[in-house]
């Protein structure tokens, strides 16, 4: 069984705008894109970025290949049909998970992690991204162009197929899961960022009072902190998109 909850934040200038997260739902796999809009004012948003890359991926997701070279095939295909250039397009983070009756596979690739249950709690994170920013590597726009992709750097779906290389993976036999969390990063901040939940708490939360209930929680902790003072971050309310997919309880 699948379960999805998502919300919109808030654009930089703190008033409401669409969505640039996209959950891709099929019967076998599942997955979650938060797009980020590039400074190139003449480029498109990074929600429609992530509207197309979500559709290849609804594609490519329906064969059983290597998980990275069905991401290199859809970043490839975005980038030809639309001429983008890398550097200067749009972006976004991607989380892949595929599953048949034997295993389970996964993919991250930049900061929207996996999270699996079963006999522990495995977390798929790509944490190069967080580890710029704690650094203070990441202020600028020009330092992220820098980094962007870059060995050293760090790495996300954009024009540039060969990042589809660098992205994390993991496989686990489906016996042993019971359940897997799949979460764009204005989720996943409440674990990682505010400690407001584990992930077994956050996955008791979802089971007990649904999925949203795990977003309404982030988003009550950062009303009470709306100027960042607990918690320093670019925007009031980031996009929120969660993915329970239920393997069975032991």
């Known amino acids: 069984m699948i379960h999805v909850a998502e919300r919109p934040g808030v654009g930089l200038d703190g008033r409401p705008r669409p969505t640039e997260d996209r959950v891709v739902v099929l019967g076998h796999a599942v997955a979650v894109l938060d797009g980020a809009t590039s400074a190139d004012p003449d480029q498109p948003s990074g929600g429609w970025y992530s509207e197309h890359l979500a559709a290849e991926l609804a594609h490519e997701l329906t064969g059983d290949g290597d998980l990275r070279a069905a991401l290199r ?34 993919l991250v690739l930049a900061d929207s992690p996996i999270v699996a249950f079963g006999r522990s709690v495995d977390v798929l994170a790509d944490e190069r991204l967080d580890t710029l920013r704690r650094t203070g590597r990441l202020r600028t726009q020009e330092a992220v162009r820098a980094l962007r992709n870059q060995p050293g750097g760090f790495w996300v779906a954009e024009a540039d197929p060969t990042a589809a290389a660098h992205a994390l993976t993991r496989s686990w036999p489906r016996a042993e899961l019971d359940a897997v969390l799949l979460a764009s990063d204005g989720v996943s901040c409440g674990v990682d960022d505010y400690g407001l939940f584990t992930w077994p708490e956050a996955l008791h939360l979802a089971r007990t009072h649904g999925v949203d209930a795990v977003l309404d929680g982030v988003r009550a902790a950062e009303d009470d902190d709306p100027d960042g003072a607990r918690w320093p971050r670019a925007k009031r309310h980031d996009d929120q998109a969660l993915v329970l997919v239920e393997f069975g309880r032991p």
Do not use: F, Q, Y
């Open 73 to 106: 095939r859809a970043i490839t295909g975005v980038t030809r049909k639309h001429d983008l250039r890398p550097g200067s397009a749009p972006s976004s983070t991607v989380a892949m998970l595929r599953w048949d009756t034997e295993r389970v596979d996964a």
